[in-house]
Nanobody
Framework: QVQLVESGGGLVQAGGSLRLSCTAS???????LGWYRQAPGKQREFVAA???????NYADSVKGRFAVSRDNAKNTVYLQMNSLKPEDTAVYYC?????WGQGTQVTVSS
């Protein structure tokens, strides 16, 4: 099974930016990947996805602020997060079904 490793989380003030990375243990060039997040006491929710042909999809709550991209040569998918809000605080997970990464914490202070 593929292994996924996320990085790039941290503490940022509202309005700031972070870029998350998800690196896979094998080629992702023909595969779609997704980003999800889970806030304390809430269910895990969809954030964004990028398909093998480069088409992207976003949750309404992040549309216009987040951007997902991929570098197939590095087996890596990125999530650029701009104009962050306190409600974006969560653990962010990369998903390549059925595999999940370990998650990376994003905390946005007001």
């Amino acid at each position: 099974q593929v292994q996924l490793v996320e990085s790039g989380g941290g503490l940022v003030q509202a309005g700031g930016s972070l870029r998350l990375s998800c690196t896979a243990s094998r080629s992702i060039s023909s595969i779609s990947l997704g980003w999800y997040r889970q806030a304390p006491g809430k269910q895990r929710e969809f954030v964004a996805a990028i398909f093998s042909v480069g088409i992207t999809n976003y949750a309404d709550s992040v549309k216009g602020r987040f951007a997902v991209s991929r570098d197939n040569a590095k087996n890596t998918v990125y999530l650029q997060m701009n104009s962050l809000k306190p409600e974006d605080t969560a653990v962010y997970y990369c998903n390549l079904p059925p595999a999940w990464g370990q998650g990376t914490q994003v905390t946005v202070s007001s």
